[in-house]
T-cell receptor
């Protein structure tokens, strides 16, 4: 089975801090994605990557950046965390024609 | 733009059948997915439709009509453990030859004894 691992399950950060969320997959998938999930809003795509060093903006990229230096690792960066970025962050990976496999999520609280 | 609609909540009785509908309007279409998500957990893959018709997988079936922009997930012989949110998602082409998956807001299903 594909495994997608997110580095932290729970995270508390202060406003203005730089935050790194890490995601690693072990099945050589080309595509990796970062979503955030909020009550009443569902899953919203922040950024995705279809190859090493390639990235595309999703629906809500503002306030975020990403890095994909190696195929297995996709990092989400909050340059200056704000309270409205408190959310559940989900990483996913896929092959081109397959469904997504999600990590277990990181619940980020910005205080 | 992408627009995916599904009911917010549904309640059904253990042992019964429930149908969760999903309608979509997207720029491009390359398949429709259903995911199950239990509270506090990550979504898990249930089904995938790219051609019109019914796909059956045990107690779960999913139907697609591309001309109508419509899908449904059918759950038979409901069990208490089926209480979860069910997410409809549409894959569509994005820039540079890649694809992205856009999710509906999810339908929270409560199964009652």
């Amino acid at each position: 089975d594909v495994k997608v691992t997110q580095s932290s399950r729970y995270l508390v950060k202060r406003t203005g801090e730089k935050v790194f969320l890490e995601c690693v997959q072990d099945m050589d998938h080309e595509n990796m994605f970062w979503y955030r999930q909020d009550p009443g809003l569902g899953l919203r795509l922040i950024y995705f990557s279809y190859d090493v060093k390639m990235k595309e903006k999703g629906d809500i990229p503002e306030g975020y950046s990403v890095s994909r230096e190696k195929k297995e690792r996709f990092s989400l960066i909050l340059e200056s965390a704000s309270t409205n970025q408190t959310s559940m962050y989900l990483c996913a990976s896929s092959l081109w024609q397959n469904g997504y496999t999600f990590g277990s999520g990181t619940r980020l609280t910005v205080v | 733009g992408q627009n995916i609609d599904q009911p917010t909540e549904m309640t059904a009785t253990e042992g019964a059948i429930v149908q969760i509908n999903c309608t979509y309007q997207t720029s491009g279409f390359n398949g429709l997915f259903w995911y199950q998500q239990h509270a506090g957990e990550a979504p898990t893959f249930l089904s995938y439709n790219v051609l019109d018709g019914l796909e059956e997988k045990g107690r779960f079936s999913s139907f697609l009509s591309r001309s109508k922009g419509y899908s449904y997930l059918l759950l038979k012989e409901l069990q208490m453990k089926d209480s979860a949110s069910y997410l409809c998602a549409v894959r569509s082409p994005s820039g540079a030859g890649s694809y992205q998956l856009t999710f509906g807001k999810g339908t929270k299903l409560s199964v009652i004894p």
